[in-house]
């Protein structure tokens, strides 16, 4: 197993160029990296103490900044000690620049602007939180879409996944022996998803989660075979309603949330 450390410097939050290392980094197999996040890194006298630090915890150098001055130093500092140091934004920033023949705006942190779709995001967001496990079903009808699952199939972090791109996203949990609640069967505006996971791994996740709560498991929250027919009542449940479905069993939340993506597309675009 190969190890190092890479320093993540930004002239503002650091998001991107965290995003950029990590999307990067796992397309290599048998590595494990430290991530040392610098961010708001925005004067002479930062970078000094930056490249001091990166002088003792060798490693690689990832940075954002659109000044041009403070990128310079940093560059120069990291070449001087043999560390490499590379720019996320500048490549994809000039070719932009040369496309479209325009020049940049130096603004740190400019896509952070506080415009309508940040507002609408922070809406969003708390949306999610007020409607998260089946809360405030009184007002569903405001979501953009309802997530429907059984325990434990990621429904929770789907829907802040979305909120952060400006969806409103509510999850019911579907519990034996628990009506679902009637709001639900009389929006129309939202769509509706189902969440569905394979038994076997949905009973190890289960697992570790009543370990990690210290509960007992001798349970039919675990059994493979209580567990199988929640899954297939859920499922029977949503092709009753007509409802696509999802098996969530080996996506990342982002792959999930990126199919949730297309099917809300769709149906915004057959409405329109």
């Known amino acids: 197993m190969q190890r190092f450390i890479v320093h993540l410097v930004s002239d503002s939050t650091g998001e991107t160029v965290t995003h950029v290392a990590r999307a990067c980094l796992v397309q290599f197999d048998n590595i494990e990296f430290e991530e040392k996040a610098w961010p708001m890194v925005r004067t002479p006298d930062q970078v000094v103490k930056i490249l001091d630090v990166v002088s003792k915890q060798r490693g690689f150098v990832l940075y954002t900044f659109v000044d041009q001055n403070i990128a310079k130093q940093l560059c120069s500092g990291c070449s001087q000690i043999q560390i490499p140091c590379v720019p996320v934004l500048d490549p994809v920033v000039a070719a932009f620049g040369k496309f479209l023949n325009a020049e940049t705006r130096a603004r740190p942190g400019g896509q952070h602007v506080m415009d309508a779709e940040y507002f609408s995001r922070i809406d969003a967001i708390q949306f999610a939180l007020t ?31 979305l909120a952060n791109r400006g969806i409103k996203a509510a999850n019911v949990p579907i519990v034996p022996g628990c009506p679902v609640p009637e709001q639900v069967f009389e929006v129309r ?22 370990r990690l709560l210290g509960q007992d498991e001798n349970t039919d929250y675990v059994d493979i075979g209580a567990v199988s027919n929640e899954i297939n009542e859920a499922r029977r449940l949503c092709n009753k309603h007509d409802w696509p479905t999802i098996n969530v069993s080996r996506r990342s939340i982002e792959e999930t949330a990126a199919q949730i993506l297309e099917l809300y597309q769709n149906r915004s675009d057959k409405s329109a």
Do not use: M
Not at 138 to 152: M, Q
Not at 190 to 210: A, C, N, Y
């Open 131 to 161: 409607h998260d496990d089946g809360q405030s079903a009184w007002d569903l009808h405001e979501a953009d879409v309802i997530l429907l699952g059984v325990s434990r199939t990621s429904k929770t972090p789907t829907c802040i996944y």
């Open 189 to 210: 505006n939202p769509i509706i998803i189902g969440l569905t996971k394979d038994p076997k791994r949905l009973v190890e996740i289960r697992r570790q989660r009543l």
